[in-house]
């Protein structure tokens, strides 16, 4: 990974502390010896104090602590590990199994939200995450990131022939050719491995859908663009229309053009279907009412991230109860106008860097004031205004009559849409149900997926409002 070169401390640190304070206290040493760093104290008073602003407890066992220093490099890092766990004043009492201490070089405003994105993506790998605590041995971690970024040729080279009896990704890619396909889309979710990269041998242009952003290189130069795709449960349709919704957020497919996409199953590791579709007519599907699908100022890294809050929400709830919320994105100079405080803003005071919904820390913290009473109202670069915030849409401001089962939360999401050009998501506490709305119309819905006794049943499929798939 890129970030190995900031890994100071080779190896993990065993952790022996059981308190949080303790334990950051423990990290902070060997990473201050490595940078030469004799005065300990303003380096850990300085991460006690975030702590104190703002957990960096970020789910699943993991912690992302952070610091100043007057170090070389802008950023330094150190792992630790604890088998039995550490009390952070978690949710629900998690305890933190994995810490990365993240040391950022105190003479620069350079933004760390791009590398705790990656660090995030990285640790919260199954495989990564079992490697770190099952290892008997001091573990390399820097040369466990640095083998995670190079390219895996034995492996592929290995798994060859294994590939290139699927005869679907071929297919696929002549598909494109024939159709004079301005992108073949691929969800490598699928598969666990890159060699499918290999067999990809065309000037189509190749976009990636992916949940880990630190899967693929930026720089291979096989891959036109890579889309961060949320980690959340979707039917083979439901993986396309969500991959031609982010596509068309970045520009990367326009309307008239024509798309062929490949997906699969990861439980089965291959892929196993190849859909060729008109953009025109998906774009006519569920963007008819909206001539532009992001308000002029998000970007849609914004809108991936809060489309993968908004899944996490639905599936997780929030202390085994279900929650629902609305966040409204974009244009909050006309938002604000139709917002009136239910409580005291609980976002007030922080900085923008705190408030930024792009660093994956802030994610607990949402999950937390979603289960207030109100709208999240969340400018187009990211920065969380407020939270519980009551929406009054203009009277008499027309929208489309909803679906049966919609309530008082989709109906205040279709009338800030309606007046303002804000785009709004809503999670339905009742059926767990992810819906889309811009110019008071539903852009898309995506229902909850359902737990069975043979596991998750796939019914994350992504719908218009006229119920076709």
Known sequence: MAFARYIKVPTVVDLHASDKTEALKELALPLCKALNIRKVKPVTDEMLRREEAASTFMGQGIAIPQTRAPIKDPFALAV????????????????????????????DQESSIELLSQLDSFFRTEAIRKRILSSDTPLN?????????????????GRAGKKAGNPVIPAAVNLAKELKASALLVFADAVS???????????????????????????????????????????RTGQIKIGVLLALSRNLIQKGDRVVCLSGNSKSQTFDTVIALDVATEYKFFLSAAPTLLPPDVKPEVLERLVALAGE???????????????????????????????????????EAERNILDPGLGETIKEFAAIDGAFIITGDGILLSAGSYLRPEGGVEIEALPSGFGARHAA??????????????????????????GGTILMTISKPIETKQGLLDKAIWESPSGLT
């Open 313 to 351: 929400i639905a599936v997780e709830g929030r202390e085994g109860k279900p929650t629902g919320t609305i966040f409204v994105l974009g244009d909050t100079n006309s938002v604000t106008a139709h917002v009136r405080q239910l409580i005291i803003n609980p976002f007030r005071g922080y900085s």
């Open 193 to 235: 491995d890159d060699s499918f990269l290999d067999q990809i041998r065309s000037r189509v242009r190749l976009i990636i859908a992916t949940s880990t952003k630190t899967r693929f290189s930026a720089k291979d130069k096989r891959i036109t663009a890579l889309i961060h795709a949320p980690a959340f449960p979707a039917s």
């Open 413 to 438: 999401a279709a009338g800030i849409t309606a007046c303002t050009d804000a785009l709004a998501i809503t999670v339905s506490e009742s059926t767990g149900m992810v819906s889309m709305f811009k």
């Open 80 to 107: 630790g590990r604890s088998i039995e766990g550490i009390q952070y004043d978690a949710a629900r009492s998690a305890k933190a199994h994995i810490i990365v201490l993240l040391m950022s070089r105190e003479s």
């Open 141 to 157: 971690i820097r040369a466990l990131a640095s083998a995670s970024r190079a390219p895996r040729k034995t492996e592929r080279t």
